[in-house]
Structure formats: C-alpha cells, structure tokens
C-alpha cells in the first residue's frame, strides 16, 4: 500500500515554490529546472525517478523524471509513456507545460481519482527539454530567433533515422543518440512530442517516398486511424485547438493535421518512434507564438492541462500481453501482426515477451509467429480501454512446430536496422516530383515549425 507524501522543502526552494501558488510561470533556465527535478524526486522518492539519458554537445544533462506507482523498474503489463518537450530550444511552451504537469501529478497523486489512476496503470517518462543548449541560445522572438538547432547548428527534428531516404549514420548528433538510446532501454508504447509555432495535434507519417503510404497529400500510415483519433483525444480535449486556430495560416479541421499533408519532413523524430520502436507518438504545436509573454503561461496551462490528461490516457487503447511457449516461457521476437495493418517494420515482442497495440474497439484478427513453433490466429473482440485504465489483456500461447528449430535469439529490432527506402527505379524521380511539386513552396516556408 502506498503511504501519502509528506513534502519537504528545501529553504532555497522558497524562489521556486510558493505554498499558495506553487510553481511560478515564468521561464527557468536549464540549472533551475535541474534544481526543480531534484527537488521533486528527493520530495517524493517513492513517486518519482529521476536520471539523465545522455548529454546534449554543450555537456548538458538531458533529465528525464518517471513518474509511477513503481517508477524505478518496468513492470509487465503496465505501459511506458513519455512526453518530451523543447526539442526545438527557441519553442518553449512545452517545457514549461511538462514542468507544471510533473507538478500536477505529484501533488495529485493520492488526492485526485484521476490523477492517482494514471500513476498506478502507467509508468510515465517527462523530458521537460531535450535541446537545453539551444534553449540557453534563444532569445525572445515569436517567429524565429537564435536557439532552434542545437549547439552544431543541427534541427534535432530532421535527424533521426528515416524509413523513406538514405541517411549516414554518423551524422546523428549527441541529443538524437541520447534519446535513441532511451528508446532502446524502454518499451514504450505511446508518446507526444511537444512544440510550437502553431495550435495542432500532427500525425506520422511526416515523410514519403512516393509509394502506397501516399494518398493524395497525405501519407498515411497502417495505423492511420489510431493516429487520428489520439490526435483528436488532444485537439477536442484542449480548451481551443479543435477551433481550427489561425496562426500565420489557414486553420486544421477539427486542429488536426497529417504531417506530410502540413509540410514533409525527412529524420523526424514521429516516424522514428512509430516504425522503428512500435510507439505511437504525435507532435503537439501549443502555440502560434514560439515565445510567447510569460503573462501568457497560465492561460496556456489552462488550455493544455485537460488534453496532456486525456492523451496520457489512450496509453490503454487496444490490447495487451504476453507470447508463451508451451511451457509458459516468454517468446522473445516474435511477430505479432494485426490483419489489414502491414507496418514497414512488423511489431515485435519484448525480452520479456510482451507486446502492445493500440486499436480502436472492434473486431481484429491477429497471426502470432516465432521461429521453431507453431503459428496461431485469432480473432479478439477489443473494447475502450481508457476508460478502466487497463487495454484488453490477452496471452498468446504457442506450440512447439514438429518441424524443428532453436529458439530465436535475433534483437527485436535487428530487421529494421536497414532503411526500408526504394531504392532508385522502385518509384522514379519522374513520377515522385509532380506529386511532390506543388508542396515544396510550402515545405521551405515551414522549416522552422
């Protein structure tokens, strides 16, 4: 049984935390939000973990704080979720809105229902910035200023592995090999990744080659619907986003855009989650203004805090489970595919045999493989998970095949290391560039979102 927190304040925390106001609005620099993480997690140890996943180029730590019921250890069945902000360091609505969140969620927590039924059905990760040296560069400026890339003058959003163009390894820079990293040591299943520059909820695909994923303007990905409705979940529980906002342009219906259809981008950090490490996650603009007056924080806080709820909460669409050999041991690697859903790269048990996958209620067929046993379908009824905090629970058991075969010893994502791009003469340059032409005005006006 959990014990309710008894907060200790540190005497130099008085700058930080009022006991009538508590966390002010207004924007910390990077040693006054490592200040604040610390405080937080030795205040409620048992509520909170916090660790640095890598280093940005400048020799900043990139703290991330997990927050859980048991935030130290990953538990089966119980989904990983993060949320990561300031990834562009001059688009600053999302640190301070993740650093209100993590005050929220401690405070609430054993107070208010809701609040204490996420904690206990999810392990939630929150990156308040993941380019700290470009924030300490900016300079107050709405549209653009100084701080957006990182330290080597890199946009981190357009450096990451991509599934439709060649890239060079070597060129990933210090912050996108942290997180990288960090996606590698979790299984996590949902995700938002927060910025600025606009008022919309944007879903993968962001990038194409030309090929079936593109339709019309938009590419679209085998889990579109999935992608929509999370990017609704935001975007109708936001207090304005739904209202097609205009910022510098025409207004998104219902404030929902496919990221391709809004402006192709190639290394962006959606798609990587989504295709590599089978965690769904959508990019947030939170505000027309990259930099907007502090006086404006608390209204924004306002308007986001029901959404960064509501979304944290769809972590229990769909189902969830283990895959078990017939001896009850957990089958690592294998498949675990949705009929009608090919993914460019196939969703994958854990190490320790689990598997999510986020569905809308209704009827899915599923085909579970591993080398050396039997395949199985079948078909399972999934309901609305969200609202008992819990996605469909369902074990998969497989039956050793008469035909033979060791187990499979492959790393979950050794398949997907290659790029899944076409090479030259599966979509030629002479039928991409029309269907791309009438976009790249508009892809050059929006490289700095």
């Not at 409620?44 to 703290?63: A, F, M, N, P, Q």
């Not at 906002?245 to 190639?266: M, Q, R, S, V």
């Not at 090919?342 to 899915?364: A, H, K, S, W």
């Amino acid at each position: 049984m959990m014990v309710p927190f008894t907060p200790c304040l540190c005497l130099w925390l008085g700058a930080w935390v009022s006991t009538a106001s508590g966390l002010d609005f207004r924007y910390h620099n990077t040693v006054e939000v490592e200040r604040y993480l610390k405080a937080v997690n030795r205040n409620y140890s048992s509520l909170t973990h916090l660790h640095s996943i890598g280093k940005s180029v400048e020799g900043r730590d990139l703290w991330v704080l997990v927050l859980g019921e048991r935030p130290t250890e990953h538990r089966i069945g119980i989904p990983e979720f993060k949320y990561v902000g300031n990834m562009h360091g001059n688009e600053v609505v999302g640190r301070v809105m993740l650093l209100h969140l993590i005050e929220l969620l401690t405070q609430g927590y054993l107070s208010d229902p809701l609040i204490t039924r996420i904690l206990n059905s999810t392990r939630v990760h929150v990156l308040p910035s993941m380019n700290p040296d470009g924030f300490e560069a900016s300079t107050r400026n709405c549209v653009y200023s100084d701080g957006r890339f990182n330290k080597h003058g890199v946009d981190l959003n357009r450096n990451f592995p991509d599934a439709f163009e060649r890239d060079e390894e070597e060129q990933r820079e210090a912050e996108v090999r942290a997180v990288m990293d960090w996606l590698d040591s979790e299984p996590f299943v949902l995700s938002a990744n927060l910025h600025g520059g606009a008022v919309v909820a944007s879903y993968p695909y962001d990038n194409s080659n030309g090929g079936g994923e593109l339709q019309g303007s938009s590419s679209v990905s085998p889990d579109n619907d999935v992608f929509v409705h999370l990017a609704k979940t935001y975007s109708f529980s936001h207090t304005s986003m739904q209202k097609e906002n205009n910022c510098y342009e025409k207004g998104f219906k219902d404030g929902i855009t496919n990221g391709f259809y809004w402006y192709p981008l190639a290394g962006g950090m959606q798609d990587y989650n989504y295709v590599w490490r089978q965690c769904l996650e959508i990019t947030l603009e939170l505000s027309c203004c990259k930099y907007p007056p502090e006086t404006d924080l608390p209204g924004m806080w306002e308007a986001n805090k029901p959404a960064l709820l509501a979304y944290m909460q769809q972590v229990h669409l769909g189902v969830k489970g283990q895959v078990l050999d017939s001896a009850g041991a957990p089958v690592q690697n294998a498949l675990v595919e949705v009929e009608g859903r090919r993914n460019l790269c196939p969703f994958r048990t854990d190490r320790n045999g689990e598997y999510y996958r986020l569905l809308l209620p209704g009827d899915y067929t599923f085909k579970v493989t591993a080398p050396g046993q039997e395949s199985v379908t079948k078909t399972l009824s999934i309901p609305y998970g969200p609202d008992s905090f819990s996605a469909l629970t369902h074990d998969f058991v497989l039956q050793r095949s008469s035909i033979g075969g060791g187990p499979d010893t492959t790393d979950p994502t050794e398949s997907c290391t290659a790029r899944v791009w076409n090479p030259a003469g599966s979509h030629s340059a002479a039928l991409l560039a029309p269907r791309l032409a009438p976009l790249l005005v508009l892809t050059l006006c929006r490289l700095l979102l």
